[in-house]
């Protein structure tokens, strides 16, 4: 059965308005807009998206321009979604521009401009357009794109299919603790668990999994469906429903026996392999393990039901200790757990402070002293690197050497005053297309955390890549590489570079390379951390954040972490700050 309900504008959420933002970002630079305008509103939009605040609470308070880079303009615009769910200006130019030509923005390699020609001189309004004009071979009669755009851009549109099906952990986790909520006030309800990959913290996510024990369980799913957040229901019975959010992704809520629930969140959180494993374990013992329980096969042939109310006992039943979702890949924890020598993975609580972040000196919508009090107070850090960008990150506004030492006496001043935390003098230099380094020795050497990163030049082959990357991190004073892939999850692909090749100099050099939290990065990835926990190199794992509200992506990187089965004692950020500062100052 399907049918779909309707659902009732009330006001809009932060993430709503985000995407509204978002969207009049992408219309804008369509349109060939002032670019001030254009990133105004999309660095809106990030930061109402992180807010930790419910926007429509800030409004009833009068406060929406207390929140970062909102002035009046923006404000005017967000009272009226808030109140009316439209604004007119924002209306007019979504007429301007048809929903099939902003996504053409998603395809790699068609920036603004390639988009606005595509679609004021041949008239291409969809990604279908695209296909047939790329078919057809007429773009080739236009100045500036040959053979190899074509090529470009059917990859492109090949590698944007695949992403639409999955969102990113830091899009879906969200939404799934939402839903999650929202469920949990249902009467009746006890519990509420989200599993699946999401439990796993797998980078992307295809659907959510939720488990529920209620009283009624009937009723609960009847709640369910009719929640507002849910966009239609596409199949619903008496103790479990597949329905699709309004943000496109489906979720699926089952409604446990209490009895049942352990049993049935390790069946539902996998992974497949593990799952497979752990069955087989329990044959052996006579023992079928199924998402209703922990049955043993007795003399007659018939099972007995032995336990399946806690998770726990699911592994001990195999005789294994409790493996942490994260790591239920089937990659040899298993056999770990059997000995019970499982790793001991980082946790949120064991991350004392931040190693990269930006102010308003370059790019950040905070100031220092915001940055920090957010770190000390929300965070609850012992540290924060302040690492501004450097000049030739075009339109970053990166500090030149004058600035950076005027920001090095502002920082010892702020930390004169306080007690009990510190600013380290930091900077993100930016990597040269030669691998040179955007800022020279004698300013990097007054820091006490230097950062290198790429962020240009993305298209250098990948011998040419490494070699400049290594150059990079060969200068002493660099002590971290930053998103050292630069891939952007469902965006970009990373660069070609040998990273192997890099984590193995950087063992030599004793350079670290950042896991960056920010949530579309979660660079280095799980398999790369294997690869530095393999070769006994530490981690570091730092938010890149450019606002304050953004010091809260730690936990994507603690999750990815956990992931590559990181350590707390082998991350240099979960130390305390004077071992931390001296292991920055060996080089
Ligand atoms: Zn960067």
Redesign the pocket.
Known sequence: MQFTLKRKIKTMDNREIAQKFYKVADILEVLGQNQFRVNAYRRAAQTIESLPEDINELYKQNKLTEIPGIGAGLKEKIEELITSAHSKEIDDLEKKVPIGVLELLSIEGLGPKKVKFLNSKLHINSINDLIKLIKSHRLLKFKGWGEKSEINILQGVEQYKKFSERLPLGIALPIAEELAEKIKNIPGVKRVEICGSIRRRRETIGDLDLLAISAHPEKTINSFVHLSVIKQVKASGPTKANVVLKQGIEADLRVIKPESFGAAMNYFTGSKAHNIHIRKLGQARNLKINEYGVFKKEKSGKFKFLTGAEEINVFKSVGLSYIPPEIREDEGEIELAKQNKLPRLIEDKDIKGDL?CHSEASDGADSIEELVAYAQKVMGYKYLAITD?TPS?GVTHGLNPKRVLEQIKKIDRLNKKLRNFRILKGM?VDIKADGQLDLPDEILKKLDVV?A???TGFKQPTEIMTERIIKAIRNPYVKIL??PTGRIINKRMPYNVDIEKVILEAKKLNKILEL?AYWNRLDLNDVNLKLVKKIGLKNVINT?AHARVELKNMRYGVMTARRGWVEAKDVINAWPMERLLKFLKKT
């Open positions: 990269q960008h990150v993100e950062i990163a790429i962020h930053a998103h960056n890149d």
